[in-house]
């Protein structure tokens, strides 16, 4: 399976991103997928995940209120709406499927 993340970038506190990670090579529809993060010197954290129906989801109390996970399983794809980015926001955040396939990232910084 491989999963490939992408919508990262620069973006000052305050705004929004949506990042993308497209699935293949296995039963999309049969996976949790999970959003993490990692910044620099930090270890990776479990910033939101959602069910193979799209049906439950949880976030991180750090994220609760401004990131938004769902899913398209006729597209493959799960995504991550980021609303009020901070600059603690800042980290390369990865997808991953149930407990099997990550993805290689894509980098978030937030700053003026």
């Known amino acids: 399976g491989q999963l490939v993340e992408s919508g990262g970038g620069l973006v000052q506190p305050g705004g929004s991103l949506r990042l993308s990670c497209v699935a293949s090579?296995?039963?999309?529809?049969?996976?949790?997928m999970r959003w993490y993060r990692q910044a620099p010197g930090k270890e990776r954290e479990l910033v939101a995940g959602i069910s193979g129906t799209g049906g439950p989801t949880n976030y991180a109390d750090s994220v609760k209120g401004r990131f938004t996970i769902s899913r398209s399983n006729a597209e493959n794809t799960v995504y991550l709406q980021m609303t009020n980015l901070k600059p603690e926001d800042t980290a390369m955040y990865y997808c991953r499927a149930g407990v099997e396939f990550w993805g290689q990232g894509t980098q978030v910084t937030v700053s003026s």
């Open positions: 090579g296995f039963a999309f529809s049969n996976y949790v």
